[in-house]
């Protein structure tokens, strides 16, 4: 499950054949504003488009985006500002949840910085709660929380004046086969749910039982301690909302870090500044790191094949993308990491910052001094 939602998103973040439209909508809770956004987006896509699409074309491509301004249920029913993807083959209208201003953009592939901001900060977590003999496993984000499974376990039986009774929470592991009988059937779950991505998992419920349960799960990224000492389905509001306060807190201290990295590698000369090396050393694979800034946009080509670029004061074409945006799905597509940032968060306010192996800086070093000492040969 959570690896079909990560594949979505890369539908978007990996797509870059053919013609692109981005639409970004600032939502302030009026609808009559969000229809005059979503039609000023369009206007803007069909004078890029009409250059270099037909009447028909051009029709097919942006029908479903219009259809969205005549069924207002859609957009109305959206809380967060809204991401629209459209390729002549795909059409994704997603939530969010961060602030944004309305962007059009038409280019080679989408436009992601304001979702790759989003994401960075966005954690799907597990939750297993233990009420009596109950044992239920959730998939939660920061949206939403849904229910895999529940397991009911009943140790023995007591009669009580002719009823049956089930024994305390406290027996629900004293018997070895059904605490056997938990751990395998949790661990089977969550093998299952976490087959492309290790979500945080989090527990409520007796502590004794807890401790118990971490020792014989397969799983290790648990948070350490439980969020609550009990659980009743009715808590399950408040236990959510301490849930997502942790996961904001880490995913906060995790961009600072990554801030902090590139701050010490700007000071040790170990990061590149220039965004035409930067460029050239993204085409060749050789980016570990990168951060980029959401709040400029540089308009320009990429050459695929040796990395040049060619910048252009404002967006020129349906060719014409943010020169971040695309160096940023580069890395990402390369399996390396990208940070979405402020300006005033990076070193010296710069709109772009990389960090390179270190084996490949070394190389990119001997290379470029090497050109220096052929171009002083030459003079």
């Not at 987006?41 to 491509?61: F, G, Q, W």
């Not at 059409?91 to 962007?103: A, H, K, M, V």
């Not at 993204?282 to 946009?297: A, F, H, S």
Request: net charge negative; with cysteine.
């Amino acid at each position: 499950m959570i690896s079909k939602k990560r594949n979505s998103y890369n539908r978007i973040l990996e797509s870059n054949d053919g013609i692109h439209l981005t639409i970004y909508l600032e939502n302030r809770e009026n609808l009559k504003d969000l229809r005059s956004q979503l039609e000023e987006s369009l206007n803007e896509a069909r004078e890029y488009l009409s250059p270099v699409l037909s009447t028909e074309d051009k029709k097919n491509l942006l029908s479903p985006v219009e259809a969205l301004l005549k069924e207002n249920r859609i957009i109305r029913n959206i809380n967060g500002n809204i991401g629209i993807f459209r390729t002549n083959d795909f059409f994704r209208i997603l939530n969010i949840p961060i602030p944004l201003e309305r962007q059009c953009h038409v280019a080679n592939s989408f436009h992601v910085k304001p979702l790759l901001r989003w994401l960075q900060g966005h954690q799907d977590f597990l939750f297993i709660g233990i009420q009596n003999n109950f044992v239920s496993l959730y998939l939660g984000s920061e949206r939403s929380l849904k229910m895999i499974d529940s397991i009911f376990f009943l140790k023995s039986q007591k009669m009580r004046e002719g009823s049956v009774v089930a024994e305390s929470a406290e027996t629900l592991y004293s018997s070895p086969l059904i605490a056997a009988e938990i751990f395998s059937w949790l661990n089977d779950k969550i093998s299952e749910l976490t087959i492309a991505d290790r979500p945080k998992l989090f527990v409520a419920g007796d502590p004794s039982l807890i401790s118990d349960l971490k020792r014989h799960l397969n799983y290790r990224n648990i948070f350490s301690k439980p969020v609550a000492h009990s659980f009743k389905k009715e808590d399950l509001g408040l236990i959510c909302q301490s849930i997502r306060e942790v996961l904001r807190t880490e995913s906060q201290k995790a961009i600072e870090k990554s801030l902090l990295e590139f701050r010490f590698a700007e000071e040790e000369n170990r990061v590149k500044k220039n965004i035409f090396q930067i460029s050239k050393a993204v085409i060749q694979g050789k980016v570990r790191k990168l951060i980029v800034t959401d709040e400029l946009n540089i308009f320009g080509k990429i050459d695929l094949k040796s990395g040049g670029l060619a910048i252009h004061p404002i967006d020129l074409d349906h060719e014409d993308d943010c020169i971040l945006d695309d160096l940023a799905q580069m890395v990402l597509n390369q399996g390396g990491e990208v940070v979405v940032a402020k300006r005033d968060e990076i070193p010296k306010g710069r709109p772009v910052l990389a960090i390179l192996d270190e084996s490949c800086e070394i190389e990119m070093e001997l290379h470029e001094r090497s050109g220096e000492f052929l171009r002083e040969k030459t003079l």
